[in-house]
């Protein structure tokens, strides 16, 4: 099957703010129109580190977490593909029961202002392309912005334990208008889970693996949550 590359902007916001779209109302009433789900290609993970850094600092901070990185990349994640039957699931209970997954490769574009880009004819193209070869009248997207650890620092002095973290983003895209009408991403805070116990047993991290793929299904529950309890 021919893949078709769908860019779509994402609005990364400074501090604990994030973009936040609620479902529009009048979508429950669309109960006739077919929905197309379809989830991102994972990122990289890592050992993310936030604070006060120097150039020299970073560095000794990336050789000191090494270790740990090379273990994260080794944690499989396809369990967040569920999220797909966790949705259809439920869409269903709301009386929407056309909904068919879509095996195409999605491309997220980072940009400063979605709506900078959403007018382009190129996205509106691409939408439209789907739209026609799947017979989509919604296109629901999913995807992972980060996961792994995170941890502060001031300067090459750590300041907790890392914590796992598991960022995702939502979207639903109305493929008539090309339009959103539904946006979430989830901030720091809401994506990060504290280890429970001693985070560092090399080289298996048990207790820090287990609380990364908590919050992976922590951020399922999330996107649940905020989609069909409409909740802001």
């Not at 990289?44 to 850094?53: D, E, H, R, T, Y």
């Not at 980060?146 to 300041?159: C, D, E, K, M």
């Not at 995702?168 to 008539?176: E, K």
């Not at 979430?184 to 280890?195: A, C, F, P, Q």
Request: charged share 25%; with cysteine; net charge neutral.
């Amino acid at each position: 099957m021919k893949k078709w590359f769908l860019l779509i902007g994402i609005v990364f916001l400074t501090g604990c703010s994030s973009m936040r779209i609620p479902v529009k109302n009048d979508f429950w009433n669309k109960q006739n129109e077919k929905i197309g789900i379809v989830i991102s290609k994972n990122p990289i993970p890592g050992a993310f580190k936030v604070g006060s850094q120097g150039i020299l600092d970073m560095a000794i901070n990336s050789a000191m977490a090494s270790t740990l990185e090379k273990h994260i990349e080794t944690i499989k994640i396809d369990e967040f593909k569920e999220i797909k039957d966790i949705f259809t699931e439920n869409l269903s209970k709301r009386g929407i029961n056309d909904v068919v997954f879509l095996n195409d490769t999605i491309s997220l574009q980072n940009v400063k202002d979605y709506k900078r880009y959403v007018g382009k004819k190129e996205y509106a193209k691409t939408l439209t392309k789907l739209k026609e070869n799947y017979n989509v009248d919604h296109l629901l997207v999913f995807s992972v912005a980060r996961y792994g650890t995170i941890r502060g620092y001031y300067g090459f002095i750590p300041l907790g334990a890392p914590e796992a973290l598991f960022e995702v983003h939502g979207m639903l895209i109305n493929l008539t208008t090309n339009e959103f009408e539904w946006y979430i991403e989830m901030n720091e805070e809401e994506s990060s889970l504290k280890v429970i116990g001693n985070w560092d047993q090399e080289p298996d991290y048990p207790n820090l693996t287990k609380a990364i793929l908590d919050a992976m299904r922590g951020s399922q529950s999330f996107l649940r949550e905020h989609f069909f309890t409409n909740k802001k």
